[in-house]
């Protein structure tokens, strides 16, 4: 064979491969138009399935094939948010879950088949406030069965903490209570039952 007529298959063969390939990836652009493309993917969900929504919780709601629908907005201090044509609808105090019907039967009277998607993408009203003889005072995040020992390694202390009279307030039925905590006798394993799993809202004082 001469190498000019080798030059030629070489160059046919290249194109044949180039045109393949374009196809394929045509049709794995394709895909299946019911389902949503890699670009429609959502936000990390931050939260639990049980995960109750509170004010200032961060949430990225989305309505599949509805743009106008996709909107990212914070939980008011009412506990509502306000969406196009529904307007203000609760969130606090609800799951994701029930957000998510809540807005799909309101959407309901407007949309066929509205298809919704909650997402928790900071769960801010889940905070405890520590206050005193600490080194690191003001809010902080709530995590999952947080206790006392939890939140207070992380806040430290100054060598002025009254380590034996650091208490809880916290409020049970519309009224405050103070919960004692004895740090010393605790990290003995003495009274565990002072080391009580912290709740949205809590204030530890380190005096």
């Known amino acids: 064979m001469s190498m000019k007529k080798a030059i030629k298959l070489a160059g046919m063969a290249m194109v044949a491969s180039y045109a393949i390939a374009g196809c394929m990836c045509a049709w794995a652009q394709a895909g299946d ?14 939260a639990p399935p049980d ?12 309505v599949w ?7 990212t907005l914070p939980v008011r201090p ?20 029930q957000l998510r019907e809540s807005i799909t039967e309101k959407l309901k009277k407007y949309i ?11 769960m801010i009203s889940r ?20 206790t ?7 806040a430290g202390f100054t060598q002025f903490a009254n380590l034996k009279g650091i208490y809880v307030l ?20 003495n009274h565990p039952e002072q080391n009580i799993q912290l709740s949205p809202g809590d204030t530890v004082v380190v005096p």
């Not at 094939?65 to 909107?71: G, I, Q, R």
């Not at 009412?78 to 879950?97: R, V, Y």
């Not at 405050?176 to 605790?186: A, G, H, I, M, S």
């Open 33 to 46: 138009p019911n389902q949503p493309s890699v670009a429609q993917a959502q936000p990390a969900n931050s």
């Open 51 to 62: 995960y109750v929504l509170g004010s200032d919780d961060q949430l990225h709601i989305t």
């Open 65 to 71: 094939k509805e743009a106008d629908f996709t909107v």
């Open 78 to 97: 009412d506990g509502k948010i306000s969406l196009p044509l529904i307007n203000d609808i609760q969130a606090a105090g609800l799951t994701p879950m």
């Open 112 to 122: 066929a088949d509205p298809r919704v998607t909650v997402v928790v993408t900071a």
């Open 127 to 146: 905070r405890i406030f520590v206050s005193g003889e600490v080194l690191h005072t003001g809010a902080m995040p709530l995590l999952p069965n947080m």
């Open 148 to 154: 006392m020992l939890q939140a207070l390694a992380a």
């Open 170 to 189: 916290r409020i049970e039925n519309g009224k405050q209570v103070k919960l004692p905590f004895n740090y010393r006798q605790v990290i003995k394993g």
